[in-house]
Each structure stands twice: as C-alpha cells, then as structure tokens.
C-alpha cells in the first residue's frame, strides 16, 4: 500500500512540476494551469495524509484506502478533461462564428470592389 502512495505522490509532484515549468514558458495559460495544479496538490496531499485517505476511504465506505485515492484521481481528472471539453467546445463554437464574419466581410469587401471597378469603368 505505501508503494501505491508514494507512486501517486511521485506522479502528482511531476504534475505540478509540469504544470509550474509550462506555465513558466508560456506553454499553458494562467486560467488552464489552475485546474491541473489543484489537482495536482489535491493528490499529493491525499497520497501523503494518511487521516485524510483513510476518512476519504470510509466517506465512500471503501475498506481499501489506496482505492479511494485511485477514485479520487480518476474523479478528478474527469472534471478536469470535462472542463477542457467545454472550453475546447466554446473554441470551436467562436472560430466558426469568425468564420462566417470574415466570409461576410470578404462578400461586402468583393461587391465594394466590383461596385468600384463598375463606376470607374463608365
């Protein structure tokens, strides 16, 4: 059991380190790196607090404490991937209403031009 915690507590740390060190680099932004930072901690603490599993454990009336950190990490990292869908979805949403602008604006830009060339060639 004390394995399984400290493989969890070693992967949460490297998710933080990750994390800490591409929001550094600009390689994710602030809002999105909060998400996986607390989730992150939230592990780590979990795999390092043996109260704090041990009453998890029995809030889900598992007898296995290690499983409920397992259901906890996966729980979590299921809000988390949630989360990036909506935004992922939101994204997609935008870039097809900018689509459609620019076509619009291209539409009125090549009737103003044609509407030009028209005047100018009388």
Known sequence: MDRLLYVISLLSASLVIIVLVS???SHIRVEHSVSWLTAGILLFALSRSRWALDAAAEWMGITYAPLAIVIV???????????????????????????????????HLQSLHEDQQTTTSR
């Not at 620019?102 to 539409?107: G, Q, R, S, Y």
């Open 23 to 25: 929001l550094r680099r």
């Open 73 to 107: 990490a996966f729980s979590v990292f299921l809000m988390v991937f949630y989360h990036y869908s909506r935004v992922i979805s939101d994204l997609k949403d935008a870039n097809i209403a900018l689509a459609q602008r620019v076509a619009i604006i291209e539409f």
